[in-house]
């Protein structure tokens, strides 16, 4: 049933190895939480998962201009500790029909983190379509994405997460 769905990615198997934005298919934008280790598709994706996910992430990856590494964590309620300070990502608006077709060929692959704005100047000529924006203004875009996606889960699990709720207590 997961088979038409957009963001569901499969091995060769037919396992299910990622959906929308998050997988253990190696990327260059590694994630660790709670001692586990996953990957995002792109830098946006590393921004909006916390909320979901309902814990803190340590981010790793490399800036696309200069192969330069990029350290920064996220959570549900910000990002923080960006290293170096003046990490931006870039982002292009989306074509929906694409989106829905290949997330990753038409969206991620544009979505980088670079270690500042002169660091993307190069990447940005040559893809001018895209543009740049703050940890800040991309954080901010995940949670408006998320919250258009999934708002009434997110607004019935706002403390454990949008998958990872606990286990309800029953008494007898």
């Known amino acids: 049933k997961l088979r038409g769905w957009p963001g569901v990615y499969y091995d060769d198997s037919r396992r299910v190895i990622g959906f929308w934005g998050l997988t253990i298919a ?50 549900p309620s910000g990002v923080g500790r960006p290293e170096p300070a003046e990490v931006v990502i870039s982002f292009l608006v989306p074509d929906q029909d694409r989106v829905n077709a290949d ?21 940005l000529a040559e893809h001018p379509n895209s543009f740049l924006l703050s940890l800040a203004d991309g954080f901010a875009l995940g949670r408006r994405v998320n919250s258009a996606r999934y708002g009434r889960l997110l607004s019935r699990t706002t403390t454990n997460g949008l998958f990872f709720e606990p286990a309800k207590t029953r008494t007898l």
């Open 26 to 75: 190696p990327t260059p934008h590694r994630l660790r939480s709670t001692g586990i280790g996953l990957y995002a598709w792109c830098a946006c994706d590393t921004l909006f998962l916390p909320e979901l996910i309902g814990c803190a992430i340590e981010v790793e990856s490399r800036c696309r201009g200069t192969g330069e590494p990029i350290r920064l964590s996220a959570t």
């Open 103 to 123: 997330v990753i060929t038409s969206f991620c692959h544009y979505v980088h983190f670079f270690r500042s704005a002169r660091a993307a100047q190069t990447w």
